[in-house]
């Protein structure tokens, strides 16, 4: 099948981050699956909450989470192959509901200037599970305000300021974070970004400017190294290792990248936020390519799937920033949110969750792409570990589109049956269960993917 470039694929801006919760699919979605008292709760929602997009109106209203499901407040069930990835553990682990519960008896908040065991446990042990040197760690109430840190330690670092990072790449809302991400949907109509934020092309073979074609031939890493001569004075490479969507860039990527910021004097920043933690079949997704980054970004499920909580995990040699302060965070260490990452980084040890991920994930994946030899809407299956990806194309005579509309309706199809999941860049089914996930729940949504692409290829599920 031929490759897409990006002014062929027509990607409206609002779909790159998700599906979107205004489109005709999704009202019909609510008249039909969701009773009265549901839909009164969504406008009482949408009647307090300040509106912004892809958020409000909501999708539906959850009375449960546990494991890989999720409950709504009308008793159906869904496997949760979406969890904002926070649910490496599953939604209520024992363990860590235990660990939280135990702690706030104990110390339930850790002021400023003050220190704390479940604090430092978790830096020591995040110091000592990284690759490499990468061993002094800050935590953040959330993912975007640790990026905002990791931003400003390789500017004190380099004394310079620029960045590079990647288009299609997110990194969180915030106006930093915004500045380096790379979706029109959070950049646009906002008003001046960080200056000195430059952007290339993501390893993203199909829809690539270079126009590789079917495989990534890496001219997108030399690119990277192109413009870290040109400009001269870049600060930092700052990217997601595996965009989420997923984009799996091949194995030498992240090793010309590297060896290009050392020539360069630049940090590479590589942000794992929703991915690490054992999503990809590694504990961090950079073992993969056998590098190591100057800082690890990590979040999301790092509080258990409970608590907000990330962290940047730095090389030694970063610890220069003693004058200034990075984050000055309310709830740097807070002690309730370290012990929810430490009894998180226990289960994924004891029950072998990470290795779980690397072999359900190759089965699902082959199982994803016999699913696509019947489907003639699968254009593509991608995965590493539980980080898998659909991608649905439309072939009109000899050129090949996004199926956009098509995967919109393959979600409702497959919410209504019982699983959930997000759609990206417009047509990417992106899957990604906790790794908890049993075989058994494995093949259960399996059989609804299959029923629900089934259904829309027939026809089906026209607004
Ligand atoms: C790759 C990536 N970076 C950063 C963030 C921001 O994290 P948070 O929502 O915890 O601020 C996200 C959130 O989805 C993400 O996926």
Not at 282 to 287: H, K, T
Request: hydrophobic share 40%; proline share 6%; glycine share 10%.
């Amino acid at each position: 099948m031929p490759a897409l470039t990006s002014s062929q694929s027509g990607l409206p801006n609002l779909r790159s981050e998700g599906d979107i919760n205004l489109s005709p699919h999704r009202r019909r979605f609510e008249a039909e699956h969701l009773a009265a008292s549901t839909r009164e709760l969504l406008a009482e929602d949408a009647r307090w909450f300040l509106h912004q997009s892809l958020s409000t109106p909501c999708l539906n209203a959850l009375a449960r989470a546990e494991g890989a499901w999720l409950e709504d407040v009308e008793g159906r069930r869904y496997l949760d192959f979406h969890g904002n990835n926070v649910h490496q553990v599953g939604f209520g682990h024992p363990k860590v509901l235990a660990a939280i519960k135990a702690q706030l008896d104990r110390l339930p908040f850790c002021p400023r200037r003050y220190t704390c065991e479940p604090a430092i446990a978790l830096a020591r042990r995040l110091a000592e599970l990284a690759p490499g040197d990468l061993n002094r760690v800050l935590f953040a109430p959330g993912g975007t305000a640790a990026i905002g840190m990791a931003l400003k330690l390789a500017r004190i670092a380099t004394g310079r300021f620029k960045t590079l990072s990647m288009w299609d790449a997110f990194h969180g809302a915030s106006l930093d974070a915004i500045s380096i991400g790379g979706e029109a949907v959070f950049r646009q109509g906002i008003g001046p970004l960080l200056p000195g934020c430059e952007h290339v092309p993501p390893p993203d073979h199909r829809h690539c400017p270079f126009r590789c074609g079917t495989a990534c031939n890496l001219a997108c890493a030399d690119y990277v190294e192109y413009v870290l001569e040109k400009e001269g004075d870049v600060a930092a490479v700052i990217a997601e290792t595996v965009r989420c969507t997923p984009y799996i860039p091949p194995p030498e990527y992240w090793q010309r990248i590297r060896a290009a910021c050392d020539r360069h004097g630049a940090l590479l920043i590589l942000d794992e936020i929703p991915i690490g933690l054992g999503r990809t079949g590694r504990l961090f997704a950079c073992e993969h390519y056998g590098i190591v980054p100057d800082m690890l970004v990590l979040g999301k499920g790092l509080g258990g799937g409970v608590f907000p909580l990330a962290a940047i995990v730095a090389r030694a040699g970063l610890n220069v920033a003693a004058h200034t302060a990075l984050g000055h965070y309310t709830h740097e260490k807070n002690p309730v949110a370290c012990a929810a990452g430490l009894a998180t980084l226990d289960v994924l040890a004891k029950e072998r969750l990470v290795e779980h991920a690397r072999d359900l994930g190759l089965e699902t994946k082959a199982r994803l792409e016999e699913l696509g030899r019947r489907h003639p809407l699968v254009g593509e299956v991608r995965g590493l570990g539980l980080l898998l990806g659909v991608e649905l194309l439309r072939r009109r005579g000899p050129t090949v589109e996004r199926a956009t509309d098509e995967a919109e309706r393959v979600l409702y199809a497959a919410l209504r049956r019982g699983l959930s999941f997000k759609v990206t860049m417009g047509n990417l089914l992106t899957l990604t269960p906790p790794l908890t996930i049993t075989r058994d729940e494995m093949s259960q949504a399996l059989a609804i993917l299959d029923t629900a692409l089934g259904e829309v290829e027939a026809g089906g599920l026209a607004p």
